[in-house]
């Protein structure tokens, strides 16, 4: 039979919900173990006791500035907690629960180079395009009666922002490494395992329906990083990540296209902060009408190319 999920598109698959709801509770225990995890590391670190801890991580948070060591220490904290909380939970499902193992999270054979050249290509020329989403979400509006949770809405994006600029300050190579490794690295491939390799998988064997599955898990991943002003342009880059791991059948290729996404962004600021380009990578604006029209025409085409390319790949095919 068929090995992965191309031959559940149209075959609803029972219990998937189930395995689901099991796969949250192993995230929710990861995330509770991450967090302790990191409060014990930065308590060592930094010979806090019980009570200066919680001062240390509450500057950390509002102020982290003001901490001594604080950009190192939040990306330990932030490496640790991303670790226990997405990539760690997902590979004891998986290879627990599931019973599978590296392997099944491919269901074709190795694609041509060409899909791995066009999906680095893609979400660069992509850009353009996310800034009219980046741009439309940022000005979202809430009516009146709902004003309480705009105003909670924006505080938790300033905050966001606020540590973002911080943790992204870095003028120092080995920094610029370290950022690659935990801000970039570590998040495109437990994200991709988690949101593309198992949710997406899962909800389309129960759905019977890919596109609904993409767009599902899509926007499950956006929400979880709680950054609602950033919302639908996330949404629309975890769906164009969930579109090449399906027509792909590589989820290589989605944590490829994941981590050169975040990493232009890094790589962009940090020849920003040591004077090299003029170029603010995160500014808000709409790029100019020309540039997003070119933008679009070259995603269509890149994403078609993909696409007849990766239906030509054998679906690997299994005796169990």
Not at 267 to 283: A, G, S, Y
Request: charge should be neutral; proline fraction near 3%.
């Amino acid at each position: 039979m068929q090995k992965s999920y191309s031959n559940l598109v149209h075959t609803r698959v029972p219990g998937t919900l189930g395995g689901l709801l099991v796969l949250v509770g192993f995230v929710l225990i990861g995330m509770a173990v991450g967090n302790i995890l990191a409060i014990v590391i930065l308590t060592l670190l930094t010979s806090s006791d019980a009570n200066s801890i919680t001062g240390l991580l509450t500057t950390l948070f509002a102020e982290p500035e003001k901490v001594p060591n604080g950009w190192l220490l939040m990306m330990i904290l932030q490496g640790t907690v991303h670790f226990f909380s997405y990539l760690l939970p997902s590979l004891l499902y998986w290879f627990y629960m599931e019973r599978k193992d590296f392997g099944d999270f491919n269901f074709k054979d190795r694609p041509a180079v060409s899909i791995w050249f066009l999906a680095c290509i893609l979400v660069l020329v992509f850009i353009p395009v996310n800034s009219l989403f980046i741009d439309l979400n940022s000005k979202m509006s809430f009516p009146n009666a709902l004003s309480g949770i705009e105003n909670w809405m924006r505080d938790k994006e300033d905050q966001n922002e606020m540590l973002t600029k911080f943790m992204t300050s870095y003028t120092q190579v080995g920094q610029l490494i370290i950022a690659l490794v935990v801000v970039v690295l570590l998040p495109a491939v437990g994200e991709e395992v988690l949101f593309r390799g198992i949710i997406q998988r899962k909800l389309a064997q129960h759905w019977a329906n890919v596109h609904v599955a993409i767009w599902v898990s899509a926007a499950i991943f956006s929400a979880i990083h709680f950054q609602f002003f950033g919302f639908l342009p996330r949404m629309i880059l975890g769906a164009l990540f969930g579109y090449l791991y399906f027509w792909s059948g590589r989820l290589s290729v989605a944590i490829l296209a994941h981590f050169i996404n975040n990493g232009f962004i890094l790589v962009m600021m940090f020849l920003r902060n040591i004077k090299v380009l003029d170029i603010n990578i995160e500014e808000k604006e709409v790029m100019p009408v020309t540039a997003i029209i070119a933008s679009a025409v070259l995603t269509i085409g890149i994403l078609y190319e993909i696409r007849k390319t990766g239906n030509k790949q054998p679906v690997i095919t299994t005796n169990n």
